[in-house]
């Protein structure tokens, strides 16, 4: 059996929250069902760093990272669908050809996320190393050079990947597809969005599409411009919710048709139902709030008059029944919004990713720094 590889890796190692340590880790040999990975590009957001600074149920140390892309080096016993060389896309949620379109959760995953078990899943712990101590996010972890997944957590892509499609297994795909199977959103609709980050700016590209006669965003006002530029009809500033309630009311009239929680900021969880329009709006939450105590809460008065508030985790995609479409929707979109959300100067080598990450946590909302292997 072979010994493993040394592979340099990206870890939370203490509770410190103002750490991260670049070390050294040994990637065993995929066991059955599981692919081992030589990874090319993962990604870094304000999501990672709020994750690092305030989920008190991490536990360490762990190897951090949820998605990016790279190359089959090695595919355990039972692999069929992948082999050496493919390039691979890693999906935080892994596909199940056999559920239906309704949601991408089994009742297994479902158990494993109400029990807050997704740190320490057993097949990651015996990936790597031999105390089957290293933990990672519902059994993914892509800071790493070299790291192992279950299969189902791989996208197939049509070719060599580039940074652009390094956060297509996140915001990207939860953009891009998010609104057609979440909500389904009609032509001639009007439509809110909180937040401006790469999931909100992606989700603007994709709304677009439907020819919505109005598209409104919660976000950091100096992203006005670019937002747009996109495509959205007014851009509201973040602040308080009440503030927000009235400013998005004064513009839409009525309510909105469709909104999309997308900020991370559970503060706007209620605005984000209440503005929907009485007897037929609709309110998705996409993100979990940052906090770990977070809590939304409304009148039942706003669901008897006819709201509707519904969660989805990634989009509800499932990228054993979605790959074409997948894949479609990114050829057909990533190329307007790349630049913004993967702009040149924000690729960092795995080495100095622990001196500059707090400092790429202060750019633009929207920004993902990419980490180079």
Not at 31 to 53: E, P
Request: hydrophobic share 40%; aromatic share 10%.
């Amino acid at each position: 059996m072979e010994s493993g590889l040394d592979s340099k890796a990206i870890i939370c190692e203490t509770a410190d929250k103002n750490e991260f340590t670049v070390k050294t880790i040994q990637v065993k040999a995929p066991a059955a069902g599981f692919v081992r990975v030589q990874m090319k590009y993962a990604t870094f957001s304000k999501h990672d760093g709020m994750q690092h600074a305030h989920d008190s149920n991490a536990e360490y140390p762990y190897l951090a990272g949820y998605d990016g892309v790279g190359i089959v080096e090695q595919v355990g016993e039972g692999i069929e669908e992948f082999e050496i060389g493919d390039y691979v896309s890693i999906f935080l949620v892994p596909g199940n050809p056999s559920l239906t379109g309704k949601s991408n959760l089994s009742d297994h995953a479902i158990k494993i996320l109400g029990k807050g078990k997704f740190w320490r899943l057993p097949a990651h712990l015996e990936a790597y190393d031999d105390d089957k101590n290293l933990a990672g996010f519902q059994g993914v972890g892509t800071w790493s050079q070299y790291a192992v997944f279950h299969a189902g957590h791989l996208l197939k892509l049509d070719g060599e990947p580039s940074l652009k499609d390094a956060c297509l297994g996140s915001a990207l795909g939860t953009g891009l597809l998010g609104p057609s199977k979440i909500l389904n959103i009609d032509e001639e609709g009007s439509v809110a969005i909180f937040g401006s980050n790469s999931l909100g700016l992606t989700l603007v590209s994709s709304v677009k599409k439907t020819n919505p006669k109005l598209i409104v965003v919660v976000g950091a006002k100096e992203d006005q411009e670019l937002f747009e530029k996109l495509g959205a009809t007014f851009v509201v500033d973040e602040g308080e919710p009440s503030d927000i309630h009235k400013s998005l009311m004064e513009i839409s009239g009525d309510g909105y048709d469709f909104t999309f929680e997308a900020s991370n900021f559970s503060r706007f969880g209620t605005v984000a139902l209440e503005i929907c329009h009485k007897g037929w709006g609709k309110c998705a939450l996409l993100t979990k709030a940052s906090e770990d105590d977070a809590t939304i809460s409304t009148r039942p008065f706003q669901l008897v008059t006819g709201r509707h508030w519904i969660g989805s985790f990634m989009g509800n995609i499932n990228i054993a029944r979605d790959h074409e479409a997948l894949l479609s929707a990114h050829k057909e979109l990533s190329e307007s919004i790349a630049e913004y959300i993967v702009p040149e100067d924000h690729v960092v080598s795995i080495d100095d990713f622990p001196q500059k990450w707090k400092e790429l946590s202060e750019t633009a909302t929207y920004h993902r720094t990419i980490i180079q292997f």
